[in-house]
């Protein structure tokens, strides 16, 4: 075997493995914001205070010091290597420290809308007709194991 083919299949062998190793990197399940329970969401009501609000949903991930009276709650979910992000938001509009206004721009979107379909479709439950269908509650993403150092 000459040099050149020795240097060629040397440089062949650590490109492969290489390669073949980037392939094997541990990618971990990455949360960052607020994971909040929808029983906690569905409790905020119009007039409470901004204290009841922070009790029920703890310290808002964004608060703006350009818009003072608006919270927003927000989470994101990365699994490992998909591509895919799970994201929920939730915003608490104040006026004079009380609550004026609830968003929950998640159920906008047709993703959402069509998620909450499918899961009522699983499981449909009989509605009366005289009463309207309660509102949705926000869905989010949840982890497969337990958070750290929480509940």
């Given at each position: 075997m000459?040099?050149?083919s020795?240097?060629?299949?040397?440089?062949?062998?650590?490109l492969?493995?290489?390669?073949?190793?980037?392939?094997?990197?541990?990618?971990?399940?990455?949360?960052?914001?607020n994971?909040?329970?929808?029983?906690?969401?569905?409790?905020?009501?119009?007039?409470m205070?901004?204290?009841?609000?922070?009790?029920l949903?703890?310290?808002p991930?964004?608060?703006?010091?350009?818009?003072?009276?608006?919270?927003?709650?927000?989470?994101?979910?990365?699994?490992?290597?998909?591509?895919?992000?799970?994201?929920?938001?939730?915003?608490v509009?104040?006026?004079?420290?009380?609550?004026?206004?609830?968003?929950?721009p998640?159920?906008?979107e047709?993703?959402?809308?069509?998620?909450?379909k499918?899961?009522?479709?699983?499981?449909?439950?009989?509605?009366?007709?005289?009463?309207?269908?309660?509102?949705?509650?926000?869905q989010?993403?949840?982890?497969?194991?337990a958070?750290?150092?929480?509940?």
């Amino acid at each position: 075997m000459s040099a050149f083919s020795r240097a060629t299949l040397s440089l062949v062998l650590i490109l492969g493995v290489v390669l073949g190793s980037a392939a094997c990197v541990y990618r971990p399940t990455i949360q960052q914001g607020n994971l909040l329970k929808s029983e906690d969401v569905d409790q905020v009501t119009v007039g409470m205070t901004r204290s009841q609000v922070r009790y029920l949903l703890g310290t808002p991930m964004v608060a703006d010091p350009f818009q003072p009276d608006r919270w927003d709650y927000v989470y994101t979910l990365r699994r490992g290597r998909e591509s895919q992000v799970d994201r929920a938001r939730y915003v608490v509009y104040f006026e004079a420290d009380k609550v004026s206004k609830v968003e929950k721009p998640g159920l906008s979107e047709p993703a959402a809308v069509d998620k909450m379909k499918a899961k009522d479709a699983k499981n449909p439950g009989p509605v009366p007709e005289s009463e309207p269908p309660p509102p949705p509650s926000v869905q989010q993403p949840q982890p497969e194991a337990a958070r750290p150092g929480g509940s």
